[in-house]
């Protein structure tokens, strides 16, 4: 286990709400952008800050709407305020519409060595089911245009599993995407339905459907093996990279379930055995900084077997999977004793494998990673 910590700063702010998303945020008011950086100062100057940092992240919401300037006025507080690693992984999310050359300069220059961008489909009608604003083409162009100007750890995001999308309409819109972008990195996720968006009441009226259980593997098994024959391997359920050096750092310290602070309205953090998160409310976090308070909505202390079954739960994520010993060595657990017939059982029906100290989802294990966590907890 590595010492430090990462940071992960979330920008509260889309220029629409995509007919999906969940995440917080809205439209920036007037003077708004700018508050925004000057309250996430006062929060990062208010946190602890022992230890060094390893990762950052500028996620949302949307990071590429502050644009250059003011993302690197809070990457140079965060640099004064913290020690951050010579090698710091910094990344930061854009949508594709924003991204210029001189956004993608202005952020190299800042120091983030990593983008990734929102990318979602090349096809126009899914872009319009989405609700997002860009046009197919401008992904691929927002990736030309960061790496012109030298960022090359480049990742993309991408949605599958749309209605009515089979398994061979998810392999060619993904190939598609990923042929066009060649990004270092793929985050492709498929679509899920959250209360409170305007797909969840599409649902529910019945003017879309989703997929059957057994579709959803359809398609995840088409998405999964089309990015292997691609050269992008998957190393979390969702996410594939063109070698490990390309795997996000941030995003895995949370699947090692390590420690992070999180800066911004909604933000989590984790401090074991303390997880945290601020106000979902920008007028919340904005009038706490007015009135010198902190924005911290919650916390909860969790117990060892709680933690111990988000350790599983989230390494059964990965293909790494779990480290037997490193689990016995922080929680006292003897899992492979202990869950001996549940695992047995997982084996035989192709989910699990144990190797070298370890157990590792297969591909089917990996589309069903949280129930076979749940059984062996
Ligand atoms: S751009 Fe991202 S964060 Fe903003 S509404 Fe769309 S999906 Fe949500």
Not at 39 to 44: F, K, M, Q, Y
Not at 81 to 101: F, H, K, R, S, W
Not at 264 to 284: E, I, Q, Y
Request: proline letters at 5%; a negative charge.
């Amino acid at each position: 286990m590595t010492d430090g910590f990462a940071i992960y700063v979330h920008v509260p702010f889309c220029r629409r709400k995509c007919r999906y998303c969940d995440f917080y945020s809205r439209p920036p008011g007037a003077g708004e952008l700018d508050q925004f950086v000057d309250a996430l100062a006062d929060e990062a100057s208010a946190r602890p800050r022992a230890g060094r940092v390893d990762t950052i992240y500028f996620g949302g919401g949307t990071p590429s709407l502050l644009g250059a300037r003011r993302l690197a006025v809070i990457l140079d507080e965060l640099r004064r305020l913290y020690e951050i690693a010579g090698d710091a992984e910094i990344t930061v999310e854009m949508n594709p519409q924003d991204v210029t050359p001189e956004l993608a300069a202005g952020c190299l220059d800042a120091g983030f060595n990593r983008a990734s961008v929102g990318v979602q489909s090349v096809f126009a009608e899914e872009l319009g089911f989405l609700g997002r604003l860009h046009r197919p083409s401008d992904g691929p162009r927002a990736v030309e245009i960061l790496r012109e100007a030298g960022i090359t750890e480049i990742g993309i995001d991408l949605i599958y599993g749309l209605p009515r999308q089979t398994p061979a309409m998810a392999e060619e819109r993904v190939r598609l995407a990923v042929e066009s972008c060649r990004p270092a990195h793929v985050s492709a996720y498929q679509l899920t339905y959250s209360e409170n968006t305007p797909l969840w009441s599409e649902l529910e009226l019945g003017r879309i459907r989703r997929h059957e259980e057994h579709d959803e593997f359809g398609l995840f098994r088409s998405v999964h093996r089309t990015l292997r024959g691609l050269d992008y391997p998957a190393y979390e359920v969702s996410n594939f990279s063109l070698r490990d050096e390309h795997r996000s750092r941030h995003n895995s310290r949370y699947w090692q379930h390590l420690p992070y602070v999180g800066l911004g309205p909604s933000a989590h953090s984790f401090r074991p055995p303390v997880r945290s998160w601020n106000v979902a409310d920008l007028d919340k976090y904005l009038a706490a900084r007015t009135a010198g308070e902190s924005p911290l909505d919650d916390s909860e202390e969790l117990t060892d077997e709680q933690l111990a079954a988000e350790a599983v739960m989230l390494a059964l994520r990965t293909t790494d999977g779990l480290d037997l010993d490193a689990f016995r060595e922080r929680f006292g657990n003897d899992l492979a004793g202990e869950r001996a017939e549940q695992i047995s059982h997982a084996e035989s029906e192709g989910l699990l494998v144990m190797a070298d100290g370890r157990l590792r989802p297969t591909l089917a294990g990996l589309a069903v990673a949280d129930r076979l966590a749940v059984e062996l907890c």
